[in-house]
């Protein structure tokens, strides 16, 4: 993969940037998720995705399931596309964070699975593989660890291309 040389950067991007990315990208993702519900629930028809049990309308278990893996991997790949090409998701971008591996190169593929599936993981318990940031002194999660990335801090750049100092 080709690398970042406009912007080379190794300073771990703090905790709070990657949590303000992370709040970010979250309403992008509910936004994704809403279209991939209109699009499945039109698949199954509104009346073939739901069954009546009791009083209490659920959910079809064929169709909380599609419904489960679709709204997965329409996460994966939101993520996948995104860290793959710039290393920058939306919320990424605003906050000034990268996702790279040693050397300011690009994820691979491969490491985006890991990636995305050691997220979800350290999420659990209590969000544990995500404090692991705050006191370890590399100052990276556990699927950083497990995929082998980091997330440093982009330079801050003046309108000529040169970065800011100070």
Known sequence: MT???ATPSTTPAPFWRRLAAIAYDSVLIIAIWMVVAFVVLSLFG???ARTVDGEVVTLDPVYKNV???AMILSA???FAWFWTHSGQTLGMQAWR???QNS???RITLIQTVIRFAGALASMLPVGIGYWLILFSQDRKSLHD???GS???LVPLMEKDGNKKTG
Do not use: A
């Open 103 to 105: 050397g300011n190169n």
């Open 67 to 69: 419904l489960l893996v």
């Open 145 to 147: 660890r497990l995929s």
């Open 76 to 78: 994966w790949s939101f």
């Open 150 to 152: 980091e997330v440093v």
């Open 46 to 48: 509104v009346d073939n």
């Open 97 to 99: 964070v990268r996702i």
């Open 3 to 5: 690398d970042f040389t």
